[in-house]
């Protein structure tokens, strides 16, 4: 498969996955059509040299596995985040106003670039627990209205001479989406529709608004892709890709989608719970590895995490905003990101780790680190490893417009992490 072709793919995995829910569902597919097996419960249960097998936690993380077929000395893992920024629906979310309009009540979720999500076409999607007819225990079921369902209309120049001043934008004011104009009309109420349960028998949810523009390839040249959450679903898919074409040999590969990286991760889905390391442990024991505290720290210290986050491209109208030296740009392949803080964790060490697999296997690699003077956000790469102390390196893919409810790529750079994490995990 060429770039193009698996540029596209991955932009038509992002359109199935407008929510956290949807990407986990989606990679669990994947899975499942390669022949995985699901660790129902995280139960102890005897796993087989060779065996492949996943869980999940919340319908929105998942873990993978893949075991060599003779022994393995180690870990090589990566981990992304299945969530990006947008607006989560409040509890009771519709607003009747005017006698005329209904409107959502939304909170944000993430950092989000506010101003892209105005003018726009919005629909909803996520999750609602429904109460089951034989048990009575509520059951989930995902929901997405694939319509324009909702949009958040700017206020006319004529209103707002200040608008290209940058105005500043309040969500509780100037971002509640216009949802419809009859008042009987309630999402709920859409959603048991959607599903073909009484309104009644809906007991919780758990949705989201999202960007209804498609995914495409663009340029002059068809070297940029434009797409929402290409943070971080574009490495959440790269990496799927790399590790099911991965054929682990000396050590058990691992695939870990978080969700709740864009609030902090402090969640029980996040990578900052003792997920990653409870799953590790059932491994590692149904195999009969790391029977001492001596073995596991071993084992460990043979391992290796990487932590794949995009990162920020040097912008074309404002290079100021780049590091003097280490400026990324679309289509230059994999990114190493540093920070002195430790926000980012790679290190001399795990940096050579990283340039000498791509350097051998002809996968293209640059730098990235913030300027002094303006500070970073932080990813997965130090949380993780806070549970699983492991060495680790951050990496990710160069975009445009982080946090923007859509954001700029480039065409080939799928690929190379695609790469990369296929050779890494041998």
């Known amino acids: ?129 429904v109460k089951d007819k034989e048990t009575g225990l509520p059951v989930q079921r995902l929901v997405n209205f694939a319509k324009d369902l909702l949009i958040i209309p700017n206020v006319a120049i004529h209103f707002n001479r200040e608008a290209n001043e940058g105005m500043k934008l309040n969500p509780q004011v100037d971002l ?13 109420g859409l959603c048991a529709t959607q599903l073909g349960v009484c309104r009644e028998d809906i007991l919780g949810s758990d949705l989201y608004v999202y960007n209804r523009d498609k995914g495409r390839i663009m340029g002059a040249d068809d070297a940029f892709i434009g797409s929402p959450r290409l943070d971080d679903l574009q490495c959440a898919y790269a990496t799927l890709q790399g590790f099911l074409q991965a054929k682990p040999r000396s050590f058990i590969a691992v695939y870990a989608l978080f969700d709740n990286e864009e609030v902090g991760s402090s969640t029980r889905q996040g990578a900052n719970s003792t997920l990653l390391a409870d799953v590790l442990d059932i491994v590692t024991c149904g195999l009969g590895l790391c029977a001492s505290p001596l073995e596991k720290r071993i084992f460990l210290q043979n391992s290796f995490l990487l932590s794949a986050d995009n990162g920020h491209a040097v912008h074309p109208n404002h290079p100021e905003k780049s590091d003097p030296t280490n400026r990324p740009v679309l289509n230059g392949g994999v990114v190493l990101k540093f920070q002195g803080s430790q926000k ?15 350097k051998e296997h002809g996968i293209a690699v640059q730098d990235f680190a913030n300027r002094a003077d303006i500070p970073g956000g932080s990813t997965l790469g130090n949380i993780s490893t806070a549970h699983v102390s492991v060495p680790s390196a951050d990496i990710g893919l160069a975009q445009l417009a982080m946090h923007s409810a ?21």
């Open 1 to 129: 498969m060429d770039k193009i072709e698996l540029a596209k793919e991955m932009l038509c995995f992002i359109e199935k996955s407008p929510t956290a829910f949807h990407a986990v569902a989606n990679v669990e597919k994947s899975l499942l059509e390669q022949g995985f097996e699901k660790l129902e419960g995280l139960k102890d249960q005897k796993l087989r040299p060779g065996g492949r097998y996943y869980t999940t936690q919340n319908g929105s993380a998942l873990i993978a596995v893949q075991i060599p077929a003779e022994g393995a000395q180690g870990l090589r893992m990566v981990a992304s985040h299945s969530d990006s920024p947008c607006f989560k629906v409040k509890e009771s979310p519709e607003i009747c106003l005017e006698g005329s309009y209904v409107k959502l009540n939304t909170e944000k979720y993430g950092g989000m670039l506010l101003n892209t999500w105005l003018d726009r076409p919005l629909s909803v999607a996520g999750r609602v627990f």
């Open 406 to 426: 859509f954001e700029t790529g480039g065409v080939g750079d799928t690929q190379a992490m695609t790469d990369l994490i296929r050779w890494f995990m041998v």
């Open 344 to 358: 980012y964790t790679t290190d001399g060490y795990t940096a050579a780790m990283v340039r000498s697999i791509c």
């Open 176 to 188: 509640l989406p216009l949802f419809a104009q009859d008042k009987e009309t309630t999402l709920l």
